[in-house]
């Protein structure tokens, strides 16, 4: 059950489910599907695309078949997100500020021609996908204020994922096709941010890329060199994660122990 609250284009979910029948036809516009239960919802869509939903509960969203929002997948409670092992698509914006998202075996897919934001609570993805089609900073993915975990794979087909000062990366096995780019960029002496890799041959750990890597921590060469403020570290202290592959390599002010570039 729910309501508009007046305003016609967000849908209040208090409680029980959301479900479309499968064959309706959905025409989503600029919705927002807002779920303020304090009991566990289900969500169906059977292939339809949503605009936007929020998660505004104190209880727990369960998705019962892949979701596809045209626009953002927003975290706004306490409560908890489970994908329950289903694919996600998002175009717009992901925005885990606050609350929980417990992962299965799904992949998140971060798609569309405009840039957006990628704020994460902490709680690890399965496998993320960047594929971003816009030119410029339109293709963008920025990622702020909170730490990047994936504990599969981190895949960027198209598109650039820009890591801000203090945000940490810990992945397991990370690829970069030609023409896509991973950037951390901006810091300062006080930028602690740490990116760990996992060990392992291509497929099972390490980074493979084909496009462009660039750590210019504080300014890089244009002031000098700087403190080493950006750490790349090995999941495994003591064994070498591998940095493959023939893209680009461009690093300033990085401390790098248990690599190897192969």
Known sequence: SGSSDGDPTTFDVQAGKVQIDSGAS?????????????????VTT????????????????VLQDAL?????????????????????TVTGNWDFSTGTYSHGSETVTLTGSSASTLISTGSSFNSLTINKSGSGTADDVNLQT???????????????LKQAADVEITVDEMSIASGAQWTHEGGSDSDNATITIGTGAEGSGGVTNSGTITFNAK????????????????????????????????????????????
């Open 219 to 262: 300014g890089g060469a244009a002031y000098g060199g700087d403190k080493d403020v950006v750490k790349i570290r090995s999941a495994a202290a003591g064994t070498q994660a591998e940095f493959r592959g023939t893209g680009t390599y461009t690093w300033y002010d990085v401390d790098v122990k248990d690599m190897i570039r192969k």
């Open 146 to 160: 909170k730490n990047l975990v994936v504990n599969r794979k981190l895949t960027i087909t198209d598109g650039e």
């Open 46 to 61: 059977n292939g339809a695309s949503l605009y936007s939903l929020t998660n505004a509960s104190t209880g727990t969203v």
């Open 68 to 88: 596809t929002l045209t626009g953002n997948l927003t975290n706004s409670s306490t409560g908890t997100f489970n994908p329950n092992g289903k694919d996600i």
């Open 26 to 42: 959905v025409t989503a516009g600029s919705s927002v599907i807002n779920i303020s239960a304090a009991s566990s919802v289900n």
